[in-house]
């Protein structure tokens, strides 16, 4: 049995940030691979952990970029990844693999979301192929060096109630919509981690999805910001405006909470946000809680096979 969805209590919130998660907590020895570590909540990410004593890895498609953005924190190293093309994947895996290092933590943070149509490898559709093929063949291919009671954590989003997983279209051959396909790569990051929690219990690994909450980074690098300022998201200038949008450092809670905190010690599968077990929801007002479809066992083994038969990947196959 999985995780309940239910809140437990964890004494943070939504204005919590990283830093507050992590007060108190000592990762020094530990070793985290956040994607995308290098902009945006992955910085923030990045910067909370290392303060907290980890070592943190950061695969990144623009390698120079990220050694910019992380020059001066202590405990970073950059390697190169990009998660739309399989052979970066498994070269970046093959190198970690080498040095014989464990891994406690990763985060699988780096994503894009809303572009316009693009294909990648075998005329996937990107969105599905970066934010869930791509972390789903790196996390199979590192399986080796995961530590008895390493963490997993899925950056999903709210955006998983936009749409489940389509299984008769799922490249978007029929016609693409731009939300629809950043729904579907949401919700299979939610399938994913379920279904890595039931087969990596048993050798200790645990998984969790969670939204980080709404905040203006460069994952809006696609969408029209005269379109942002009419809904009131920012102002003319580029200044956050909404009252419900959360800072960087806010934003990057949930993930730190979810790869550390003792509460969730032998727990697993759940979705969070704001710093807990998030709760399910049926409801199409507001964008609180997770949908069942993306927490169902059967979809999320459906998924798990189709990702093993499309990337040739699959950790736990006899």
Known sequence: MGTPQHKIGSGFGARSTADDVLDGIDLS??????????????????????????????PARRRATAQEAVAGIDGVEVDELDLADLDSVRGFAERFLATGRRIDIVINNAGIMACPERRVGPAWES???????????????????????????????????????RWDDLHFERGYDRW??????????VLFATHLDALGRDSGVRAFSLHPGAIITPLQRHLDRADMVAKGWIDEHGNVVHPDFKTPQQGAATSVWAAT?????GLGGAYCEDCDIAELTTSDEGWSGVRDYALDPDRAARLWALSAELTGVD???A
């Open 127 to 165: 969105q599905f192929a970066v934010n869930h093929l791509g972390h789903y063949a790196l996390v199979g291919r590192l399986w080796p060096a995961l530590a008895p009671g390493a963490r997993v954590v899925a950056v999903s989003s709210a955006g998983h109630q936009l749409s489940d997983v």
């Open 29 to 58: 020895g530990r070793l985290a691979l956040v994607t995308g570590g290098y902009s945006g909540l992955g910085l923030e990410v990045t910067r909370s952990l290392a303060r907290a004593g980890a070592h943190v890895v950061v």
């Open 315 to 317: 950790a736990f196959s």
């Open 261 to 265: 905190s003792p509460l969730l010690a």
């Open 180 to 189: 629809q396909a950043y729904g579907q790569a949401k919700t299979a990051n």
